[in-house]
Nanobody, 123 residues
Framework: QVQLVESGGGLVQAGGSLRLSCAAS????????MGWFRQTPGKERLFVAA????????YYADSVKGRFTIYRDTTKKTVYLQMNTLKPEDTATYYC????????????????WGRGTQVTVSS
């Protein structure tokens, strides 16, 4: 069993930055993929970024490429999402997720989820 706890959300002006953290407890196997998703009320949950635990390979949604960076600290079992040049359309609840397997952008394929952290970007 894996537990995920997100932190780092908040209110920021457009153009600003935030760093989200996702602390994992339980055993994270090298075959895991860790991902960030986001969701706004009434909309589907969307893929943002992912990192493969074993080799650090990275994946991003087109909407955040060049602005967001995902990275992991294997000793701390923590995944980070550095978000720069934030836009109002980045406003959402951000969720951390873990998948037993290769990267996917489909939320249904992730096995474990955190409770989310709110990010609000004002214009």
């Amino acid at each position: 069993q894996v537990q995920l706890v997100e932190s780092g959300g908040g209110l920021v002006q457009a153009g600003g930055s935030l760093r989200l953290s996702c602390a994992a407890s339980g055993r994270i196997f090298s075959t895991y993929t860790m991902g960030w998703f986001r969701q706004t009320p009434g909309k589907e949950r969307l893929f943002v970024a992912a990192v493969v635990w074993s080799d650090g390979k990275l994946y991003y949604a087109d909407s955040v490429k060049g602005r967001f960076t995902i990275y992991r600290d294997t000793t701390k079992k923590t995944v980070y999402l550095q978000m720069n040049t934030l836009k109002p359309e980045d406003t959402a609840t951000y969720y951390c997720a873990a998948r037993r397997g290769d990267w996917s952008d489909r939320p249904v394929l992730y096995n474990y989820w955190g409770r989310g952290t709110q990010v609000t970007v004002s214009s």
